[in-house]
C-alpha cells in the first residue's frame, strides 16, 4: 500500500475552498495536518479509516456520511478497496468563521465525529463536477466565476452539513457487510504477511473483540478461519505452476514450514501438497 502524497496547504490567494477527488486503490496518508483549513472527508465507494489525534480510536468513515477535521489536527486516513474513491473539501478557516457567524453556532470538532451527510452536500458537489472544467466554454471567464461559486456553495454546504447534521455511532449494522467485504479484501493482499488480530482490528478502526464477532456474524467462519482456507486455496493453485516448489509455495502464503503448510491441507480436506502438485483431488 503506498503512500498518497499530501499537503498542509491547498489553498491560495483568495481561494475560499477546494474540492479534491481522489480515486486512489488501497489509499493510504501518512501523518499530517493542515494550516488554517478545514477538511471535510466524503467517501464515496469504500469505506475510510481516520486516526486523528484528539480521538482515543479510530473511526470509520462510510459513504453517505463525513467527517470534519479542523487545523492544525494531526490525522491520517486509509483504506483498503482496490477502488477506493471519496472526496475531500478543504476550506479556509475564515470562511469556516464566517458561515459561523451567519449560523450563530460552531463546528463541534474538538472530537471528530461521523456525521450523515445531507442530499444537499451531494448536490452541491456534483453541481462543482459539473463546472470543474472550463475549457471549450463560450464564455470562460463567466465560466471560471461560475465554477468558482460552485466550490463556495460547496464550502458552505459542508459547514451547515457540520453544524446540523445527525451524528452516527460507529459500527452500524447496516454497515457490517461493506466492513466484512473490506477485511476480506485486505485478508487476502496480506496473506503473505504475518497479520495478527490486533493488527487487523488497528487497520480497520475496530476493536479486536468487534471485529471477531462482526467477521464470524456475516461469513460464518473465524478471522484465523479464513486466513488459513485462503491460504490453503492460493496455496493448491501455485502448486500447479512449473517449477514451484511446496518450500516457496509455504512461502509466498505466509507460512514458515512445509509442514504447517501440509496440516492445513489436511485440515481443509486436501491431499497432501506433495500429491496435490500431481493433479490430487481434495478428500473432503
Same mark, same amino acid.
Request: hydrophobic share 40%; proline share 7%.
Given at each position: ?14 481561494? &475560499?475552498?477546494? &474540492? ?28 475510510? &479509516?481516520?486516526? =486523528? ?5 479510530? =473511526?470509520? &468513515?462510510?459513504?453517505?456520511?463525513? +467527517? +470534519?477535521?479542523?487545523?492544525?489536527? +494531526? ?6 478497496? *482496490? ?13 469556516? /468563521?464566517? $458561515? ?8 463541534? $470538532? ?17 453541481? #462543482? ?5 472550463? @475549457? ?21 454546504? $459542508? +459547514?451547515?452539513? !457540520?453544524?446540523?447534521? /445527525? #451524528?452516527?455511532?460507529? $459500527?452500524?449494522?447496516? #454497515? ?24 487487523? #482490528? ?38 500447479? /505452476? *512449473? ?10 502464503? !505466509? ?18 501438497? @506433495? ?10
Amino acid at each position: 500500500m503506498n503512500l498518497y502524497p499530501t499537503a498542509s496547504r491547498h489553498l491560495y490567494g483568495d481561494r &475560499v475552498a477546494d &474540492v479534491r477527488h481522489v480515486s486512489v486503490g488501497e489509499y493510504r496518508t501518512p501523518p499530517h495536518a493542515h494550516d488554517d483549513e478545514y477538511m471535510f472527508l466524503l467517501p464515496r465507494t469504500g469505506q475510510l &479509516v481516520l486516526n =486523528v489525534e484528539s480521538n482515543v480510536a479510530p =473511526v470509520r &468513515v462510510a459513504p453517505k456520511s463525513f +467527517v +470534519v477535521v479542523p487545523p492544525r489536527r +494531526v490525522h491520517d486516513t486509509r483504506g483498503h478497496r *482496490p477502488g477506493q474513491e471519496h472526496v475531500a473539501v478543504y476550506v479556509a478557516s475564515d470562511f469556516v /468563521a464566517f $458561515c459561523e457567524r451567519k449560523a450563530r453556532r460552531k463546528l463541534a $470538532c474538538n472530537r471528530i465525529s461521523i456525521w450523515s451527510a445531507p442530499l444537499a452536500l451531494f448536490d452541491a458537489v456534483r453541481v #462543482a463536477d459539473d463546472t470543474r472544467t472550463t @475549457n471549450g466554454a463560450p464564455f470562460p471567464e463567466l465560466a471560471a466565476f461560475r465554477a468558482d461559486l460552485a466550490v463556495r456553495t460547496v464550502a458552505a454546504s $459542508c +459547514v451547515e452539513a !457540520g453544524l446540523t447534521s /445527525a #451524528a452516527i455511532p460507529q $459500527c452500524r449494522s447496516d #454497515a457490517h457487510a461493506e466492513i466484512v467485504r473490506d477485511i476480506r479484501t485486505f485478508l487476502d493482499a496480506t496473506l503473505d504477511e504475518p497479520m495478527t488480530l490486533d493488527r487487523i #482490528a488497528y487497520e480497520f478502526g475496530l476493536s479486536r473483540r468487534t471485529l471477531t464477532r462482526i467477521f464470524r456474524d456475516a461469513t460464518g467462519e473465524s478471522v484465523v478461519d479464513y486466513q488459513s482456507r485462503r491460504r490453503v486455496e492460493i496455496a493448491a493453485t501455485l502448486l500447479r /505452476a *512449473p517449477g514451484m516448489t511446496v518450500l516457496a509455495v509455504a512461502a509466498a502464503v !505466509g507460512l514458515d514450514s512445509p509442514s504447517y503448510l501440509a496440516r492445513l491441507f489436511r485440515q481443509h480436506g486436501y491431499a497432501p501438497p @506433495n500429491a496435490f502438485k500431481q493433479g490430487a483431488p481434495r478428500i473432503d
